[in-house]
């Protein structure tokens, strides 16, 4: 079935280690979209990207990195100069940047909660 | 941008009609009203969205005041799995490539408990 995966489902990480959280798609969709929900919050925005080799910071961009090599791909570093890493991180696709789409919806990936010890 | 406002939690009886509201009164005509929830420890999960009209699938109906400045979700027999964080998005308006314009702003929601 097509979906969204994202590994690992749970990460513990001491500080000042980088870390990379996986995001696959088999949808076929050009946009990608990585959010952070700490709790009891909404979600914020990361990084997107609307195909490949292209990718664009969203609204709490600092301390993270992200590449988009192949258009199934759209993997999230979390660096040691991020402050608070420790956050639950999801992934998302669309066909098209929602921003060009007049209608279109966002699919979403099962999340990876992060901790730093 | 038009944001939202929602209760922040709500509580329905099992098998009954769970109605949750969302005001958005700063609305402008070409931005379209999204609903999506998320169960606990998931990724959110598409609902339904409308612009003008009323909106019915197999999920949920969306009912969208005639000014626009608020709409409600209606979930017409709530069962125990429905027991969700439930958001209402009004997407900005799209302004083209580039920017975060256009994308989705999810905020707290409103965390509807469906009882037994």
């Known amino acids: 079935d097509g979906g969204i995966t994202q590994s690992p489902k749970y990460l513990f990480r001491k500080e000042g280690q980088n870390v990379t959280l996986s995001c696959e798609q088999n949808l076929n969709h050009d946009a990608m979209y990585w959010y952070r929900q700490d709790p009891g919050q909404g979600l914020r925005l990361i990084y997107y990207?609307?195909?490949?080799?292209?990718?664009q910071k969203g609204d709490i961009a600092e301390g993270y990195s992200v590449s988009r090599e192949k258009k199934e791909s759209f993997p999230l570093t979390v660096t040691s100069a991020q402050k608070n890493p420790t956050a639950f991180y999801l992934c998302?696709?669309?066909?098209?940047?929602?921003?060009?789409?007049?209608?279109?919806?966002?699919?979403f990936g099962e999340g990876s909660r992060l901790t730093v010890l | 941008d038009a944001k939202t406002t929602q209760p922040p939690s709500m509580d329905c009886a099992e098998g009954r009609a769970a109605n949750l509201p969302c005001n958005h009164s700063?609305?402008?005509?070409?931005?379209?009203v999204y609903w999506y929830r998320q169960i606990h420890s998931q990724g959110p999960q598409y609902i339904i969205h409308g612009l003008k009209n009323n909106e019915t699938n197999e999920m949920a109906s969306l009912i969208i005041t005639e000014d626009r400045k608020s709409s409600t979700l209606i979930l017409p027999h709530a069962t125990l799995r429905d027991t969700a964080v439930y958001y209402c998005i009004v997407r900005v308006a799209t302004r083209g490539y580039g920017g975060s314009q256009g994308n989705l702003i999810f905020g707290k929601g409103t965390k509807l408990s469906v009882k037994p």
């Open positions: 990207s609307q195909i490949v080799n292209d990718f």
């Open positions: 700063t609305i402008s005509g070409n931005e379209y």
């Open positions: 998302a696709s669309s066909k098209a940047l929602l921003a060009v789409l007049n209608t279109g919806e966002l699919f």
